[in-house]
């Protein structure tokens, strides 16, 4: 199979999809031909093969996934259309959730946005020292906090989007977000050493008690998950009224200025983080 934005390998019982748009930080786009797309298919891919035990993401680059690709997602206009995104969003999403076999996520430097809502839908999150985590769309009027609840809470979901700011490795683990904080050097190797041990276990039992925790899981979250993605379209189909702290609004600087011109104006608003580094 031909993949043009991920990389996949078996060893060991393990299957390895690797993010492989380094020079697009792995943004995330959505739809045919799209990252999302492969990924999902890859996916699909490892749970159907007997010889995978367990699957390990992991990304090339400074960056797992800087986030949705604002140059390939477009701006929705209509209410309609953000509810056409946002069910292509909701579809790889949902192929990571319904994975049989146990996924685990090996994140590296920058993890932001969509890649926040990617990994919170695998079962183990690992980070590099140098991981940062953050809901940065909040800042010029998007969504995209929904997935997260479920894994770090009301709080820390609403204090991520209400602000932008980012967190480190340490401050996620403290909060959920991720399992263990591992040296950016060793990320690679201890991530595929977890994911090799999972593989080793009977797979039958493996395969019910991942069923369990999930339906539980499932069953405690009850009708929140489709709540939760009504009130994201409500929030993507206002995107284009947002206005930077110069009163333009930010469809109009996106529009002219490209993405250079929009990230310069959403860190207008503040520059100096709330959170202190002796809180991290």
């Known amino acids: 199979m031909t993949r043009a934005h991920i ?36 996916l699909v891919q490892a749970d159907a093969d007997d010889a995978v035990g367990s699957v390990l993401v992991t990304a090339t680059g400074k960056a797992f996934c800087a986030g949705g690709n604002l140059a390939e997602n477009a701006i929705p206009e209509r209410a309609l259309e953000g509810h056409e995104f946002l069910e292509k969003v909701g579809r790889h999403r949902d192929a990571i959730r319904r994975m049989h076999k146990p996924v685990i996520a090996a994140v590296q430097g920058l993890c932001l946005g969509g890649g926040l809502g990617f990994i919170s839908q695998c ?21 995209g906090v929904a997935p997260v609840v479920r894994r770090i809470g009301s709080q820390w979901a609403k204090f991520l989007i209400f602000t932008g700011e980012m967190i480190d490795a340490r401050r996620a683990q403290r909060i959920g977000l991720v399992l263990e904080v591992i040296e950016a050097a060793r990320l690679q190797e201890r991530g595929f050493d977890l994911a090799r041990r999972m593989a080793r276990l009977p797979r039958e039992a493996a395969l019910l008690n991942k069923a369990t925790v999930d339906a539980m899981e499932a069953a405690l979250a009850g009708n929140a998950e489709a709540a939760g993605r009504a009130g994201e379209v409500l929030t993507f189909s206002m995107i284009q009224h947002a206005r930077a702290a110069d009163g333009r609004r930010f469809a109009d600087i996106l529009r002219e200025e490209g993405l250079p011109g929009l990230k310069a104006a959403r860190d207008a608003q503040y520059t100096r983080p709330w959170l202190e580094d002796g809180d991290a």
Do not use: C, H, K, W
Not at 9 to 35: C, F, H, K, W
């Open 7 to 42: 990389l996949y390998e078996v060893a060991e019982g393990v299957a390895q999809i690797t993010l492989n748009r380094p020079d697009r930080m792995n943004a995330m786009s959505y739809g045919p031909g799209s990252n999302a797309e492969e990924i999902s298919a890859a």
């Open 123 to 143: 079962d183990i999150v690992l980070a590099a020292s140098d991981a940062r985590f953050g809901l940065v769309e909040g800042r010029f009027g998007a969504g």
